[in-house]
């Protein structure tokens, strides 16, 4: 495995990190994707009963896999936990204090990691990028269970943490990209929230490699 990005959503992996999985794959590397959640608590639209919801973005989950071409794909069955701004629209089924209240997480990722050896593992920064107590606490258990592999935060160009590598995608990539959040239709208004507060971030990735200094225009890889 060369590249491995672990989320805690179905979704995350496109936001974040859709387009280094296409290009990364484009140069002959092998990717592989973990969700660490179902998706459950998200919102349904009215698409699914709400019991079924993590059954289905889980399904969406793959057949976002196929489009970003990922070699590997896990979801992980841990609880969901409901965001701090939930609102009065239909969602599924969260639980306490999701991901968060799990820290055996740990143990399981580092077992992964250990039997798919990756070369780089890429997640959120430690603030989640937007403060989800799911993003917080996957990024703290990823940071946990990667001890002796090379750590990749995708983080905001304009965010806290330092941008070493900055990608660019060309318009075939772009064009996956943007079919791969297609995938995600119970989410459909996380993806409209996105492309309007931040249009930008949908053909320039921002990472920032543990250990490296300065901006590179390209993959760290």
Excluded at 108 to 119: E, G, I, M, T, Y
Aim: charged share 25%; net charge negative; hydrophobic share 40%.
């Amino acid at each position: 495995m060369d590249l491995l990005v672990v989320v805690p959503h179905p979704d995350d992996e496109t936001f974040g990190a859709g387009g280094a999985l296409l290009l990364a794959k484009a140069e002959g590397l092998k990717t592989g994707v973990i969700a660490l959640t179902r998706g459950e608590a998200g919102r349904t639209l009215g698409l699914c009963p709400p019991e079924r919801l993590g059954e289905v973005r889980s399904e969406e989950l793959r057949r976002a896999a196929e489009v970003l071409q990922v070699d590997h794909l896990e979801v992980f069955s841990f609880p969901n936990g409901l965001p701090p701004e939930v609102g009065a629209e239909e969602r599924g089924v969260g639980e306490g204090r999701g991901l968060e209240a799990h820290p055996e997480a740990v143990a399981v990722l580092r077992a992964r990691f250990q039997a798919l050896r990756p070369r780089f593992v890429l997640t959120f920064p430690p603030d989640g990028i937007n403060g989800h107590p799911d993003h917080v606490a996957a990024s703290r258990y990823v940071r946990e269970a990667a001890e002796g592999f090379r750590l990749v935060h995708f983080v905001r160009p304009e965010g806290p943490w330092p941008v070493t590598h900055r990608l660019r995608l060309p318009e075939w990539a772009l064009s996956r990209k943007l079919k791969a959040l297609a995938q995600h239709k119970t989410q459909a208004l996380s993806v409209l929230s996105f492309m309007e507060k931040h249009p930008e971030r949908l053909w320039t990735e921002t990472f920032w490699v543990v250990g490296e200094e300065g901006l590179k225009e390209g993959p760290w890889w």
